[in-house]
């Protein structure tokens, strides 16, 4: 299965008016509106018509993320592959693919409570984007192949999660991390986690996170990237104006090597703003095995 890249989120809340103003003035991305869905917020960062479909809600969680399969044909060919291997999938309507602006998708239950879509042929506007906070641009590749950034998502039974992202929907191991919190009790099992990626350079499109209790709609984490260091500095200048809550402070990540902090979204969740991140050439990478996610910083204990 050819995914190519994470297309699009799709998020609930219970105040869309705070979401509007963190993505615009903190996350310096372009929120809109459209008519035909009220109750929604669509928010652009590159050129993708809509990168995150934000959903009124009486709850503030994640809802899935949406991955891009290269074309219908290759779509069409996940489909039967989905069947042949006996998961089942949920097609969506036509209104529904229109919210998403893209032709066609499906929705899939993953091992772990993950959900998840499959799309093809997402709307492009090529609009430049005009960010309301002067961000000049998000790292998203040419077109934004790339995908709008990562994820990392928990799961209760890693195992078995993993090999659905690889056995079923192609995804390909770039880390195999497992690493401990607490160094200093030798009893304690620590923390797996497997970084995959899909067909575009990006180090890994999701990591999957071992855990006992993974939060509602099971993620973890939502990363976006800018230029360069002074984009993140400015960011975190904003995140301080505005009295955002920082989850993690400033660090560089060993195995992407993305120097990044963490900002809590107005549904819970954290969204890690990062620069730098490795790029990658599958056809000569070879996994890595790691058991320290930061070289430096990113102490979330304090
Ligand atoms: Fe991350």
Same mark, same amino acid.
């Given at each position: ?136 641009? /998000?790292?998203?590749? +040419?077109?934004? %192949?790339?995908? $709008?950034? &990562?994820?990392? =998502?928990?799961?209760? *039974? ?50 999957? /996170?071992?855990?006992? +209790?993974?939060? %509602?709609?099971? $993620?973890? &984490?939502?990363? =976006?990237?800018?230029? *360069? ?65 930061? =070289? ?7």
């Amino acid at each position: 299965m050819d995914i190519r890249s994470l297309a699009y989120v799709v998020v609930e809340t219970t105040d869309l008016e705070r979401w509007h103003r963190f993505a615009a003035d903190v996350l310096g991305m372009v929120v809109f509106e459209r008519p035909e869905y009220p109750d929604h917020k669509f928010i652009r960062m590159d050129d993708f018509a809509c990168r995150f479909i934000i959903s009124k809600s009486s709850e503030n969680r994640f809802k899935l993320a949406g991955w891009q399969l290269r074309d219908e044909q290759e779509y069409r060919q996940a489909l039967l592959e989905l069947t042949h291997q006996g998961v089942e999938f949920a097609p969506g309507c036509a209104r529904e693919a229109n919210l998403r602006q893209v032709d066609d998708f499906v929705t899939v239950q993953a091992p772990g409570g993950i959900e998840l879509e499959l799309c093809h042929t997402p709307m492009l506007d090529y609009q430049p984007l005009q960010s309301p906070a002067g961000v000049k641009e /998000f790292i998203t590749g +040419q077109f934004g %192949d790339m995908g $709008l950034g &990562h994820i990392a =998502v928990a799961t209760p *039974d890693l195992p078995a999660s993993y090999d659905f992202f690889v056995s079923v929907l192609g995804f390909e191991l770039t880390d195999y991390m497992h690493f401990y919190f607490n160094q200093e009790d030798p009893e304690h099992p620590g923390q797996g986690l497997r970084f995959l990626h899909c067909n575009n350079p990006r180090h890994h499109s999701i990591a999957l /996170f071992e855990s006992d +209790q993974p939060a %509602d709609g099971n $993620l973890v &984490h939502l990363m =976006v990237e800018v230029a *360069d260091m002074d984009e993140l500095g400015l960011m975190m200048d904003r995140v301080r104006q505005h009295e955002i809550n920082v989850v993690t402070p400033l660090g560089r990540h060993t195995n992407d090597q993305m120097v990044s902090t963490y900002v809590e979204s107005p549904s819970g969740f954290a969204i890690e703003i990062g620069f730098g991140g490795l790029q990658c050439d599958w056809t000569r990478f070879t996994p890595t095995r790691s058991a320290k996610p930061s =070289v430096w910083g990113h102490f979330w204990d304090t």
